[in-house]
């Protein structure tokens, strides 16, 4: 497991220069699934887990998706100001999304292929010594 994993949400922000990654709209579920996998790493780095959950806060969101760091979000459990932003998030080539609406899919693997199934292969793809 990390030897410490720097949980950031709005409006905090961290600069350093760990390894890495958001999270956007995960259900609960999701985050069971990212804690009991770095639960299962051997490394001991310090990683920065950047979590985002429907908060009103844009100015932070588009911060924080910007192509600089890797990407994952929820489409099907984005409610909040952040659908609006939506696109423009899945043209960052380094962002990766899940939805279980097939329309959904289709239309957004027209902006981005990293579609991914659900978080779990997301994790497996990302995170580095896995």
């Known amino acids: 497991m990390p030897t410490k ?56 969101l588009l911060n924080h998706v910007n192509g600089k760091l890797l990407t994952y979000i929820n489409v099907d459990n984005t409610h909040d100001i952040s659908v609006k932003y939506l696109s423009y998030m899945l043209s960052q080539g380094n962002t990766f999304f899940s939805t279980s609406d097939t329309n959904s899919k289709e239309l957004f693997t027209l902006l981005n292929t ?12 990302v995170y580095p010594n896995e």
């Open 114 to 125: 990293n579609y991914i199934e659900n978080i779990d292969n997301f994790l497996k793809k």
């Open 5 to 60: 994993i720097n949980l950031v949400s709005p409006p905090d922000t961290v600069f350093n220069h760990n390894f890495s990654f958001v999270l956007i709209n995960t259900t609960p579920e999701e985050q069971e699934k990212v804690s009991l996998f770095l639960a299962k790493q051997g490394d001991e780095k310090e990683i920065n887990i950047f979590v985002y959950n429907n908060e009103s806060n844009p100015t932070w």
